[in-house]
């Protein structure tokens, strides 16, 4: 069996901290990672494959050349294959043009049986890359999943819902989204590291994946970030005085007014 993942690399968000005075975001010194959702999209095909004799994992980002040491992570996390899609051609690419690269990079790869991708990525949010990347590919997609079985040519999966989750079972092959409550990550091993630095990982331009430059990139990208800007820091929160009775009152009445009831 061979399983693909898509993996980003991100900014560790949680470390982006704001400027006080300048209400800007500082970025200087921010580590980047692999996006937390890949790592449990990893971790499944992982899992797979220690219950699948003969099962191989691949891993496939599209970034610039340092996304080479997320690759290393994920190859010492246990995946066999890397393959770093990296060019100027890309670059500025709108989650559209993204997934024609990815999906390309997939074609050329050629052959797979089931494809995991993270649900989000923690830095763009959109949660579009891995359904459009199945589209492209023409394979049905199911997002939000949370546990995984297999069965002969069929996964069957649950999807998470607000109140609940539903069952699913798909044909393979097919593209599933994973969310965090799907398993535990596991850590790199020690061995794994010294093997990582002895793998190759192959890095294709947009020649090797036959896409056009006006095919890919900015050029590609219906879309364009017109501007961006930290949000102003919410105000002082209000004090309610009275006995319990008053208050409860007006904040009934102050969640009234904003619609929250
Ligand atoms: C309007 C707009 C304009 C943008 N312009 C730029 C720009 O000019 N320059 C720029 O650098 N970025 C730009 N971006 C960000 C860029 O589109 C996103 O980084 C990228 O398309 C992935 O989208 P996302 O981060 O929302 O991923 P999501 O859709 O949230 O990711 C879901 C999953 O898809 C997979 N995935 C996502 N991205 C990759 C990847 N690169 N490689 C492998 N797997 C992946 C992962 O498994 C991930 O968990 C723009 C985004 C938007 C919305």
């Not at 800007?24 to 797979?48: F, M, Q, W, Y």
């Not at 191989?56 to 890397?82: F, H, K, N, Y």
């Not at 409550?181 to 093997?195: T, V």
Request: overall charge negative; charged content about 25%; hydrophobic content about 40%.
């Amino acid at each position: 069996m061979k399983i693909l993942v898509c993996v980003k690399q991100v900014p560790d968000t949680n470390e982006v901290k704001i400027d006080p005075v300048k209400g800007t975001l500082i970025r200087d010194g921010v580590p980047s990672i692999l996006n937390p959702d890949d790592a449990n999209a990893l971790e499944e095909a992982l899992k797979i494959k220690d219950k699948k004799p003969g099962t191989t994992v691949s891993v496939i980002t599209m970034g610039p050349p340092q996304a080479d040491d997320m690759l290393r992570e994920c190859l010492a996390m246990g995946a066999d294959e890397a393959y770093l899609l990296s060019d100027r051609a890309f670059g500025g690419a709108d989650t559209c043009a993204t997934s024609t690269t990815i999906a390309a990079g997939i074609q050329k790869i050629g052959d797979y049986d089931l494809i995991f991708a993270g649900r989000q990525a923690i830095d763009g949010d959109t949660a579009q890359v891995g359904p459009q990347v199945a589209w492209r590919l023409g394979i049905p997609v199911v997002t939000y999943v949370q546990d995984v079985k297999l069965c002969e040519e069929k996964v069957i999966v649950q999807r998470q819902m607000e109140n609940g989750y539903e069952i699913l079972e798909v044909q393979m092959p097919c593209l599933l989204t994973a969310v965090k409550e799907l398993n535990e990550p596991r850590y790199m091993s020690i061995g794994g590291i010294m093997d990582a630095y002895a793998k190759k990982v192959t890095v294709w331009n947009h020649e090797d994946v036959v896409l056009d430059p006006k095919d890919c990139g900015l050029n590609a990208s219906p879309t364009q970030v017109f501007r961006s800007f930290t949000p102003a820091p919410k105000g002082k929160g209000e004090m309610l005085n009275g006995t319990v009775t008053e208050m409860t009152e007006l904040l009934t009445e102050k969640l009234k007014e904003k619609h929250y009831l």
